[in-house]
Nanobody, 117 residues
Framework: QVQLVESGGGLVRPGGSLRLSCAASGTIFSIYAMGWYRQAPGKQRELVATITRGGSTSYVDSVKGRFTISRDNAKATVDLQMNNLKSEDTAVYYC???????????WGQGTQVTVSS
């Protein structure tokens, strides 16, 4: 049973930064591409960043240049550094395999990010 535990969210002012972390267990983490997703109230969950098992990264246009995804295969963690946060980044953030068609069925509880002055 795969377990994903996200942490690091919080309340931050526009222009601020947060670093999210996701710890995975119960799986051979290193062989999978991983992603960070977010879901804002009333909206569908969207994939915002992907990192392949080889370390290549990709981002949705709205976060390019502001977010950085990284992974530590030894620790089975994937992080998301978020800079210059905007109100539209407010959402619950989740990690899972990328793309969503490959995602494990057991999502974590997510971590709430609120950007507000």
């Amino acid at each position: 049973q795969v377990q994903l535990v996200e942490s690091g969210g919080g309340l931050v002012r526009p222009g601020g930064s947060l670093r999210l972390s996701c710890a995975a267990s119960g799986t051979i983490f290193s062989i999978y591409a991983m992603g960070w997703y977010r879901q804002a109230p009333g909206k569908q969950r969207e994939l915002v960043a992907t990192i392949t098992r080889g370390g290549s990264t990709s981002y949705v246009d709205s976060v390019k240049g502001r977010f950085t995804i990284s992974r530590d295969n030894a620790k089975a963690t994937v992080d998301l550094q978020m800079n210059n946060l905007k109100s539209e980044d407010t959402a619950v953030y989740y990690c899972n395999r990328s793309p969503v068609t490959n995602a494990w069925g057991s999502w974590g509880q997510g971590t709430q990010v609120t950007v507000s002055s």
